[in-house]
């Protein structure tokens, strides 16, 4: 039978896929009253650059900065790595980011780059004056962001493969919350393979969660009794597909 009070939602102040809020990002603290998902021991850098998620030395994509070329200095409240990276991969030195950009500075843990749609994502997200591009302060977020779900993949790739599988993608989405089948899990991984391994890589396990989080936040709008069944006129469910995805002005 049905567990007293248990919602066929995840728990909305931890649910992963959630643009972080500014005073306390992605990791809420977990029921069990342990460390807040997301997050890495006590006293370990936010800015580690180990494996998923990692810059580059010379960002993939990115060009060596011209002979004699001086960063311009950091700016208060910036972290002086965060500030050099952030430099390095913005190409035209105006001050702004964009997807192509940033994916000059993401690898996945075998080092191949980020796909690009996932970095679109991350920048909608992130991009407060919906500009398409992020300047230095959202692109900090940002980072703190990708490093807190570097930690929750790192936590549930069991075998330490660098991938998700089946079964490792079902266990982190029971984690989170969500009351979804193996078979749903099995779906997902095929359409989010990019490879035909049969699992998916750092950034498309992000792209995934984050679709996940969306379109379950949109559903929960309209099931109103909390029942995990609505009823919907075909126009209202394209709306709620279509709006769960990355608008027009990102660049």
């Known amino acids: 039978h049905e567990p007293v009070g248990m ?35 006590p006293g370990a850098s936010p800015y580690s650059s180990a494996m998923y ?15 004699g070329y001086t960063p311009p200095p950091a700016l208060p ?13 913005d190409q035209d030195r105006n001050g702004q980011v964009t997807a192509r950009e940033l994916r000059a500075a993401l690898i996945n843990g075998n080092w191949s ?7 679109r994502l991350m920048i909608s997200m992130f991009d407060r ?10 692109f900090v977020s940002l980072w703190n962001y990708i490093e807190q779900w570097k930690h929750c993949f790192q936590t549930f790739d069991r ?12 266990q982190a989405l029971t984690s989170f919350g969500y009351r979804l089948s193996p078979a ?11 490879h035909g391994r049969g699992s998916i890589e750092f950034d498309d396990f ?11 936040e949109a559903f929960r709008k309209k099931d109103t009794t909390q029942t995990g069944v609505v009823t919907l006129q075909y126009e209202e469910f394209l709306h709620m597909v279509i709006d769960c995805r990355i608008g027009p002005n990102v660049k």
């Not at 780059?113 to 970095?119: D, I, L, R, S, V």
């Not at 992000?206 to 379109?215: D, F, K, P």
Request: hydrophobic share 30%.
């Open 7 to 41: 919602s066929y939602y995840a728990p909305n102040p931890a649910t992963p896929g959630a643009r972080p809020p500014v005073a306390q990002p992605y990791g809420a603290p977990r029921p069990n009253g342990g460390q807040p998902l997301g997050y890495g021991p």
């Open 53 to 67: 998620g990692a810059a580059t030395p010379n960002p993939y994509g990115a060009p060596t900065p011209p002979y």
């Open 77 to 89: 409240g910036v972290p002086p790595f965060l500030w050099n990276l952030f430099t390095a991969v």
């Open 113 to 119: 780059p980020f796909n690009e749609e996932t970095c």
């Open 129 to 138: 004056d919906n500009s398409g591009t992020i300047d230095v302060h959202e």
């Open 159 to 170: 075998d330490n493969s660098g991938n998700i599988s089946v079964n490792e993608l079902h």
């Open 184 to 194: 749903f899990c099995k779906l997902a991984i095929r359409k989010f393979d990019r």
């Open 206 to 216: 992000i792209q995934l969660c984050v679709m996940i989080h969306c379109l379950t």
